[in-house]
Nanobody, 122 residues
Framework: QVQLVESGGGLVQAGGSLRLSCAAS????????MAWFRQAPGKEREFVAA????????FYGDSVKGRFTISRDNAKNTVYLQMNSLKPEDTAVYFC???????????????WGQGTQVTVSS
């Protein structure tokens, strides 16, 4: 079992930065791939980024490549999402998720956090 709690969301102006954190509980964190997804009102959940259990492999959605960076600290049971050059279209609830592999499909993730709101004003 893995329990996930996101933090770090908030209101930021376009062009600004935020860093999201996802703290995990459970002894299996270091063996789990982690990912971030987001969901805007009226839209489907969208893949943002994923990282392998060791941190050596990362994947990004096309809309965030070059602006967002996913990382993890297994000693702290935490995964991060550094978001730079934020745009109004990045506004969404951001969720972290855990899975044995770094999939880009949300249906492949069994464990989810409750989400944190990110709002980017123009």
């Amino acid at each position: 079992q893995v329990q996930l709690v996101e933090s770090g969301g908030g209101l930021v102006q376009a062009g600004g930065s935020l860093r999201l954190s996802c703290a995990a509980s459970g002894r299996t964190f270091s063996s789990q791939a982690m990912a971030w997804f987001r969901q805007a009102p009226g839209k489907e959940r969208e893949f943002v980024a994923a990282i392998s259990w060791g941190g050596g492999t990362t994947f990004y959605g096309d809309s965030v490549k070059g602006r967002f960076t996913i990382s993890r600290d297994n000693a702290k049971n935490t995964v991060y999402l550094q978001m730079n050059s934020l745009k109004p279209e990045d506004t969404a609830v951001y969720f972290c998720a855990a899975s044995p592999r770094p999939y880009t499909d949300s249906s492949s993730y069994a464990y989810w956090g409750q989400g944190t709101q990110v709002t980017v004003s123009s």
